[in-house]
C-alpha cells in the first residue's frame, strides 16, 4: 500500500474530524466524521471557508490565530463549531500547517468530556461548601499518601496555610516520622482494603499535646476502585485529657481502696489473733479455775454440779465461738499454710454451715503466691460463696483455683436461679463491685455470666508478679 493510500486510510477512519485547508481558509476536503458531527455533506463543505464553521460573536470576541499558523507553529484551543442546524458542538480543535503550505484542522468533540468536567467541578464546588462550613477537620489522600485537600478548619488547627498542603505528605509538612508513618499506614490500610478505618492519635501542636478522633472512609470511581481516601478528624483534646483524669483519679482510689483494704486486714489479722490469744487463754484459765472449784465442792451438792456442768458448756461453746470469729476475720490457715489451704477450709465451712454441695479442686503445688494476692483472691472466694448462700438458691457449688500462663485462675459456679446482669448494672450491688475491684486492684479481670434458672458463674483471673519476695505458697 502506497503512503498516499495509507493517509487516505487514516483520514477516513479517524474518530476526529480532519479538515484539510488552504492558507486563506478555502476547504480543500474534510473526512466523514467531520460531515457526521457538523451535518453537512462533504460537497457542502467543499464550498465553504473555514471560518464559516464559527459563530461570528466568538470569532469577534477570539479571532483564529493563522499567523502562528503560518509562523509554523501547533495552535490548540477549545472553541464552539456551529452545526449545519445552528445548534453549537463544544470541540478542541488542533491546527497546523502541513508540507505544501496547506493547513490541517483536527477537531475533537468534548461535549462528554466538558459535561464530566462541570460534574467534577459542580461536586468539588459542593464537598467544599459543604466541608468548609463544618467543625470537622477532613483531609483527602492520593495513593502516594499525598494531600490533594485540607479544610480551613485542619489548616487553623495545624498552622498551614493553603500552599503549603497540597502535593505533599505528612512527613514532608513536618509531622514527627513515627506519626507520619503511622497516618500513611492507615491510609494505605484503606486504599488496599476498601474498609473505613477509626483512630485516636496524639500529636504536638504549638499549644502542645492533642488529640484527635479519626475517621478514615475510601472514595471510590466508577470502576470500583479506591481513588481516594478522605478524612474526618474531630479534636477530642478536651475529652481525652477528661479521660485521662478519671482513669488516673479511679486509679488513684483504687490505690487508696487497696490501701485501706490492707489496713483492715492487718486490723483483723490483729483483732483476730487478740481474740484467739488473748480471749481463748482467759476463758481456757477460766475453765480451769471453775473445774478447781468444782472438786472442792461436796458431791452431795447435786444442783451445784448441775450447775457447773452448765458453765462447763457454755465456756467451751463461747471457745467455739472465739474461734470461729477469730477465723472469720483472719483464717490462720491462710498465713500458715497458703491460699490453697485456706480455700478448701473456707469450702467446708460452707459446705457444713449451708448443707450445699461443695466441690474445690486445685491442681496448684508450691507456688509462691504474694500475700496481698491470696488475700484479695480468698476474700473474692468468701465473697461469693456469701452471695450464692444469700440469694443463688442453689443445690450444688463448684469452685476451681488453676494457673494458666502465668494467671492465676479463679472459677466459681453455682445451679441456682441465676439473674440478668443487665437488670443489675445500674444497682448497688455491692457484694459483686467489690469483687470486680479487688480483682481490678490486683491487675486483673472480673467476668460474671449468668441466665434467669440457670445459674452463675465467675471467672476471676489475675497476673502473677514475675519480681521475687515474700509469697504464700
Not at 60 to 78: E, F, H, M
Not at 107 to 115: G, H
Not at 216 to 231: H, K
Not at 428 to 454: D, H, V
Amino acid at each position: 500500500m502506497k503512503g498516499e493510500e495509507w493517509q487516505h486510510l487514516l483520514f477516513e477512519n479517524s474518530f476526529d474530524g480532519i479538515v484539510l485547508s488552504v492558507a486563506n481558509g478555502d476547504i480543500l476536503d474534510a473526512n466523514g466524521i467531520t460531515c457526521t458531527m457538523l451535518g453537512y455533506g462533504k460537497e457542502d463543505l467543499l464550498t465553504m471557508k473555514i471560518r464559516d464553521l464559527f459563530f461570528e460573536e466568538d470569532l469577534q470576541l477570539a479571532p483564529l490565530n493563522y499567523r502562528d499558523v503560518l509562523d509554523g507553529k501547533t495552535v490548540i484551543s477549545k472553541r464552539k463549531l456551529k452545526r449545519k442546524d445552528g445548534t453549537p458542538l463544544l470541540i478542541e480543535i488542533n491546527v497546523k500547517k502541513i508540507p505544501g503550505g496547506n493547513l490541517l484542522s483536527v477537531f475533537r468533540d468534548i461535549t462528554e468530556r466538558e459535561k464530566n468536567l462541570q460534574k467534577i467541578r459542580e461536586s468539588e464546588e459542593s464537598f467544599r461548601g459543604l466541608v468548609e462550613n463544618i467543625h470537622d477537620m477532613i483531609s483527602r489522600y492520593d495513593r502516594d499518601c499525598r494531600f490533594l485537600y485540607m479544610s480551613p478548619v485542619g489548616r487553623k488547627f495545624l498552622h498551614f496555610v493553603p500552599g503549603e498542603i497540597v502535593g505533599r505528605n505528612l512527613l514532608e509538612l513536618g509531622f514527627p516520622p513515627a506519626l507520619a508513618a503511622d497516618g500513611e499506614r492507615l491510609v494505605r490500610h484503606v486504599f488496599d482494603t476498601g474498609q473505613m478505618l477509626h483512630s485516636i492519635r496524639e500529636l504536638q501542636t504549638p499549644e502542645g499535646t492533642a488529640y484527635l478522633e479519626t475517621r478514615l472512609f475510601p472514595e471510590f470511581d466508577d470502576q470500583g476502585r479506591v481513588r481516594s481516601v478522605i478524612t474526618y478528624s474531630h479534636d477530642v483534646t478536651e475529652k481525652r485529657k477528661a479521660e485521662i483524669e478519671l482513669e488516673s483519679s479511679r486509679q488513684e482510689l483504687r490505690e487508696l481502696s487497696s490501701h485501706l483494704q490492707n489496713i483492715r486486714e492487718e486490723e483483723r489479722t490483729a483483732i483476730a489473733r487478740e481474740i484467739h490469744d488473748e480471749l481463748g487463754q482467759q476463758l481456757t484459765g477460766l475453765k480451769m479455775d471453775i473445774y478447781w472449784l468444782s472438786n472442792k465442792i461436796a458431791p452431795a451438792r447435786e444442783p451445784v454440779q448441775h450447775k457447773i456442768n452448765d458453765i462447763f458448756e457454755l465456756i467451751d461453746k463461747t471457745i467455739d465461738s472465739v474461734r470461729r470469729i477469730a477465723a472469720q476475720l483472719r483464717p490462720s490457715t491462710l498465713d500458715n499454710l497458703g491460699l490453697v489451704e485456706a480455700m478448701e477450709w473456707q469450702s467446708t465451712e460452707f459446705a457444713n454451715r449451708t448443707g450445699l454441695q461443695m466441690q474445690f479442686q486445685s491442681g496448684i503445688q508450691d507456688l509462691a503466691i504474694p500475700p496481698d494476692m491470696a488475700t484479695g483472691l480468698f476474700r473474692i472466694y468468701q465473697e461469693a460463696l456469701t452471695n450464692i448462700t444469700r440469694h443463688a438458691g442453689a443445690a450444688t457449688v463448684s469452685a476451681t483455683l488453676e494457673l494458666e500462663m502465668d494467671w492465676l485462675i479463679l472459677k466459681i459456679r453455682d445451679d441456682g436461679r441465676g439473674f440478668d446482669p443487665a437488670k443489675v448494672r445500674n444497682k448497688k450491688t455491692w457484694g459483686l463491685l467489690g469483687m470486680k475491684e479487688r480483682a481490678l486492684m490486683m491487675g486483673g479481670k472480673y467476668e460474671i455470666a449468668s441466665r434467669p434458672m440457670e445459674g452463675t458463674s465467675i471467672i476471676v483471673s489475675v497476673p502473677l508478679p514475675h519480681s521475687p519476695g515474700k509469697a504464700i505458697i
